[in-house]
């Protein structure tokens, strides 16, 4: 009996591995989409840093004989109604726009840590009245607050930065706030208090990492949300202006030569979308592997 048995058992490891190995290759072709986005996620950030490494041309050199000239080899993304290479001005302009970005997020970042902790760890009055604040602030629109801000502090680059960046700090800290309280009632950070750890060291060693984990998901998303707001504010003249190129400024002069030139909202649109999508599937990834599971 057991020597029948035998081939069976034996046959059951060959069929073992072609499962293994399509479920290798089904998590490998799973993680594609997020290491797409890292990687044009990397390309703006070196076209930030050092886009003389990867634009073709100057981004400000004016070439009177090639004015709206269409894609080709010399310029693969054609060129705008001074003879601007618009490939340059995009990676040039990568800088600008996700110094909107990055600069708003962080702002939000630091503001909604502070102003959640407060509520969450705070006197029960103290939690309440932030709390009235953020439910104000979540009630409008961020782009909404971010117009209010600059109708009190005026336009310009950095006030568009502090504008997102403010309008944005309710989200993180309604986000920070519930972890904040979660984690302060979980069976570790009680623990600690029963040994005796002094309250900050409670905060600073179990609730303040446990409870910042998800903003990690939350900060990779809203670094594209904020360049399209960013881009937004530019767009309607109150971000960064021209002759500095930036994506929403360059979107919006091109609405003048729609019908003659397509490429020229084409691709700084294309740099804008493909900016948000690859943020948005980078932070779902990152959602996924803290969750656990696959992406």
């Known amino acids: 009996m057991s020597t029948a048995s035998a081939p069976a058992i034996q046959g059951s490891a060959p069929a073992e591995a072609p499962a293994r190995l399509r479920a290798r290759s089904g998590v490998w ?78 702002i939000a970042l630091v503001g909604g840590t502070v102003l959640g902790l407060s509520a969450a760890l705070g006197h029960r009055f103290t939690n309440a009245i932030l709390m009235r604040f953020v439910d104000i602030g979540l009630a409008f629109p961020e782009l909404l607050l971010a117009l209010l801000v600059i109708a009190i502090a005026g336009a310009g680059p950095t006030n568009a930065l502090l504008a997102i960046g403010i309008a944005t700090i309710p989200t993180y800290a309604r986000v920070i706030r519930a972890e904040a309280l979660s984690v302060r009632r979980s069976t570790y950070v009680e623990a600690a208090r029963a040994l005796g750890q002094p309250e900050w060291k409670v905060l600073v060693r179990h609730v303040l990492p446990n409870a910042l984990r998800p903003l990690i998901v939350i900060a990779t998303i809203g670094v594209g949300t904020a360049t399209l707001a960013g881009a937004g504010l530019s767009f309607i003249g109150l971000g960064v202006s021209p002759p500095t190129p930036e994506w929403g400024s360059m979107l919006a002069t091109a609405r003048s030569f729609l019908q003659q030139a397509w490429w020229y909202g084409a691709f700084p649109g294309l740099a804008i979308t493909s900016l948000v999508v690859s943020t948005t599937v980078l932070g779902r990834a990152l959602q996924a592997r803290t969750e656990g599971r696959a992406a």
């Open 29 to 106: 072709v799973g993680r594609i989409p997020a290491i797409l986005a890292a990687a044009l996620l990397g390309f703006y950030l070196v076209a930030a840093f050092v886009p003389g490494l990867l634009a073709p041309h100057d981004a400000a050199e004016v070439n009177p004989n090639s004015i709206l000239a269409a894609p080709s080899p010399a310029h693969p993304f054609g060129t705008d109604e001074l003879g601007r290479d618009i490939l340059s001005r995009i990676i040039h302009a990568a800088g600008n726009s996700l110094l909107l970005g990055f600069g708003a997020v962080a």
